[in-house]
């Protein structure tokens, strides 16, 4: 019955990316594409590697973090009024994530794998948040808000499964 919680997150998580990407279309939200682009790859390597591993629906949260990011990083292409010019900043930033996820890629210790997988993330948060900090308008706030449901549902069900064993 609990894995109907991570479904719900992962069908609001949808959700929070198609009102995302309605604001671009509509010209009120201005995606940073290198901070969408980077959020995707991550999750979407480990949606790779946990099916070849022979996890099944249980690998939805991760997909969806990595899906609905890659869908507003593609749409942003399709809207002159969702442009945000990126600076060599933003190119600095992602960088940095990269080579992150580079490290993770490569490394056998999995805390280290995990902690260059955040650390990734993080880089390529900076360029949106200086964004968001300058000009506030460009962004709209619910995806972010979402995203913090998808995770906490998988938090709440891992923890009750694991205290049920």
Request: proline content about 5%.
């Amino acid at each position: 019955m609990l894995e109907y919680l991570v479904v719900v997150a992962a069908f609001a998580s949808l959700i929070a990316a198609i009102v995302y990407i309605r604001s671009m279309f509509k010209g009120n939200t201005k995606p940073n594409k290198v901070t969408w682009f980077m959020w995707s790859i991550a999750p979407l390597i480990a949606t790779a590697a946990a099916l070849s591993k022979g996890v099944s629906w249980a690998v939805l949260p991760v997909f969806m973090s990595g899906f609905c990011p890659l869908l507003i990083f593609v749409s942003s292409f399709f809207t002159k009024k969702a442009y945000w010019k990126l600076s060599a900043f933003d190119y600095f930033y992602g960088a940095l994530s990269a080579m992150a996820l580079v490290l993770w890629f490569v490394t056998n210790d999995p805390n280290l794998a995990i902690a260059l997988a955040i650390v990734s993330d993080a880089f390529a948060a900076i360029p949106t948040f200086k964004k968001s900090w300058s000009n506030p308008e460009t962004e709209s706030a619910w995806p972010f808000i979402v995203g913090f449901f998808g995770p906490m549902t998988s938090f709440a069900v891992a923890t009750i499964c694991l205290s049920a064993s």
